[in-house]
């Protein structure tokens, strides 16, 4: 359960006290504040703050001193040309406050992006939950054959009952280890910074995770994409759900242009004005090595 009844409780408060404000507000993104929407078997993303729109952008791209909007329609246009033409700081405009309950694997990859400010709950200070990932069986899968970043079928019968329970045992047992270890029932008690080095990497941890639309916008290009891993793609699934509800013209376009979109090599670019005079390219006349063609084969479709 991602939320206990004291956190639902707790978060029902705080959407129960709305305020007037003369600040930008994102009727879509109000939506959100605060709910934590449920990702993996314990995990969730949830909106604690967020700052500008859609008319924020274009406010900024025009230094304006009201609203800065025009019309509805040149708002959409302008973000659309801005998205195009990677005029990116406009986008570094809007800010979002996410809380974030993860497993420490998932954790390790979102940290690799720097470009947010991140406070995470101290395993110095507190003691962690029982609470580990353990991949529902469509997701137990094999090492794929094929990409050695990659998994391939999932595993069934007697294996998957096997995996899974190696899982659920290693894991409690390290968490049974760790509880005796800090216990200070007649003993003097580990430190919890130092015993928290026996859990395992797929241990729930929770952290605070603030970042600006235009670097929001790279981790989901990143991470929503195919190629990255099933636990991390999930989280940047539910954040696009939400980007698209707080900055619609924004998500859209970055929708067209970069998840959508394709960027080809200037050789990439030439075999396909050679294809369009009639012109019959192959790999072998491409002047592309064979990935490189096979990947701009999968870009045409
Ligand atoms: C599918 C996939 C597989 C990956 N595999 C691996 C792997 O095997 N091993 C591994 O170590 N990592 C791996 N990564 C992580 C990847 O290399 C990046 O570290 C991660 O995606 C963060 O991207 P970023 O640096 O662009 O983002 P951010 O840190 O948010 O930075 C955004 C941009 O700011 C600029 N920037 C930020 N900090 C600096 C800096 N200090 N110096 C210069 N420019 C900076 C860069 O232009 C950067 O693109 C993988 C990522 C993906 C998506």
């Not at 099933?230 to 067209?256: L, M, T």
Request: aromatic residues 10%; negative net charge.
């Amino acid at each position: 359960m991602p939320l206990t009844p004291d956190q639902q409780a707790e978060v029902d408060a705080q959407r129960a006290q709305a305020q007037p404000t003369l600040r930008a507000v994102s009727p879509g993104m109000e939506k959100h504040l605060y709910t934590a929407i449920p990702v993996l078997d314990h995990g969730f993303v949830r909106v604690i703050d967020y700052m500008g729109d859609d008319a924020a952008i274009c406010q900024a791209a025009r230094v304006s001193y009201g609203k800065g909007t025009k019309s509805v329609q040149n708002d959409e246009g302008l973000i659309r040309y801005l998205m195009r033409h990677w005029h990116s700081t406009p986008f570094e405009m809007c800010e979002v406050k996410l809380h974030v309950k993860l497993p420490v694997f998932v954790a390790r990859q979102w940290i690799r992006h720097r470009t947010a400010n991140v406070n995470e709950y101290s395993a110095r200070y507190s003691i962690l939950d029982r609470e580990f990932y353990i991949p529902a069986p469509e997701h137990l899968a094999a090492q794929s054959v094929v990409n050695n970043q990659g998994r391939g079928a999932a595993l069934e019968g007697e294996e998957a009952a096997r995996v899974l329970e190696i899982l659920k045992t290693d894991a409690n047992r390290a968490y049974d280890h760790y509880e005796a270890m800090i216990s200070q029932e007649g003993q003097l008690g580990l430190a919890r910074e130092l015993a928290r080095m026996n859990l395992p990497a797929n241990i729930y941890t929770q952290w605070y995770w603030k970042v600006d639309l235009h670097n929001l916008l790279h981790f989901l290009r990143l991470r929503a994409d195919a190629h990255a891993q099933y636990e991390i793609r999930v989280y940047a699934d539910a954040i696009c759900n939400v980007v698209a509800d707080w900055v619609p013209f924004a998500y859209k376009a970055f929708e067209d242009y970069r998840m959508g979109g394709a960027t080809i090599s200037a050789t990439a670019l030439d075999c396909v004005r050679r294809m369009l005079k009639g012109e019959e390219v192959t790999q072998e006349n491409s002047g592309m090595s064979k990935g490189e063609w096979r990947e701009f084969m999968d870009t045409l479709g």
